[in-house]
């Protein structure tokens, strides 16, 4: 299968080994990975943001990047939030501009858009990460379910269940895990003193796992988790505890883990040093 990745603005501009991560899985699965280089922003600020006109050149330029790119047969985000603005919001910004012909052709990439844990289960038959993958992680982590992955894509279990078969991982509960982080895009800075006492909230509840790591399969959420993690100096039994993208985690083999010696610390906004 040819597989068009959607690197989504933060992964590529904050986040790249994630998207990195995301191409070592396909292609240890056997596929072939394009990366149409047009793509930029899916328009999902705009449109939280209720700049519906503005979104509008926005949407058009992601469909143009996927339509003129090279061939592919689905297109794989690492990103819950970019997957369902592309399936949500971009046919509707097209339709309320009153493009019918750009709203179909959103429609047509949105039905063959997966989130990268939905293409793995749904489209590539991906069950056991341990098994399939050769995902090895042997560390304590906890899982937290972003909103739009929840709420719009339906993603159900998906990520977590891939995350159950890793070898070796210790996956443990988070309490509360359907609750809001509080990033939300743009809401993290026009609501900042609700944003602040939410992550309050989830960071206590990520402490309270005794995890070291926080994972999850938006890279936007885990930046806003890290961020607070980082701010209040939190710990676990086995030092300072930060956040990791699912895409790193079924990517760490035994043969090539993840994470570095213990002496080295864990960089909490996400990213490994």
Not at 2 to 11: G, K, N, P, S, Y
Request: hydrophobic share 35%; glycine share 10%.
């Amino acid at each position: 299968m040819r597989i068009a990745l959607f690197a989504t603005c933060i992964v590529d501009a904050m986040y790249p080994e994630v998207a990195r991560d995301t191409v070592t899985i396909l292609e240890r699965l056997g596929h072939e990975v394009v990366f149409p280089e047009r793509q930029a922003c899916c328009g999902q600020m705009h449109v939280n943001s209720g700049d519906f006109a503005g979104a509008v050149p926005v949407v058009e330029g992601h469909v143009r990047a996927f339509e003129d790119g090279p061939d592919w047969d689905v297109i794989c985000a690492p990103s819950g939030s970019c997957a369902a603005s592309a399936g949500h919001q971009q046919p509707m910004i097209a339709r309320r501009a009153g493009d019918d012909d750009l709203a179909n052709r959103a429609e047509d990439l949105a039905g063959r858009t997966y989130e990268l844990s939905q293409l793995l289960t749904d489209v590539l038959g991906i069950t056991d990460a341990g098994e399939q993958l050769g995902s090895y992680f042997p560390h304590a982590v906890t899982y937290h379910p972003s909103c739009h992955g929840m709420r719009i894509l339906r993603l159900g279990d998906r990520q977590r269940d891939l995350l159950s078969t890793v070898q070796d991982i210790d996956l443990r509960e988070l309490p509360q895990a359907d609750q809001c982080c509080g990033f939300g895009g743009t809401f993290s800075m026009k609501n900042a003193e609700v944003s602040t006492a939410m992550l309050e909230d989830k960071a206590e509840n990520v402490v309270s796992t005794g995890a070291s790591l926080c994972t999850g399969g938006d890279a936007s959420c885990l930046m806003h988790i890290g961020g607070g993690l980082s701010r209040t100096g939190a710990r676990s039994p086995r030092g300072e505890v930060g956040t990791v993208h699912l895409a790193r985690i079924l990517a760490s083999t035994r043969e090539k883990p993840l994470l570095p010696p213990r002496s080295e610390p864990l960089l909490s906004g996400g990213s490994l040093r």
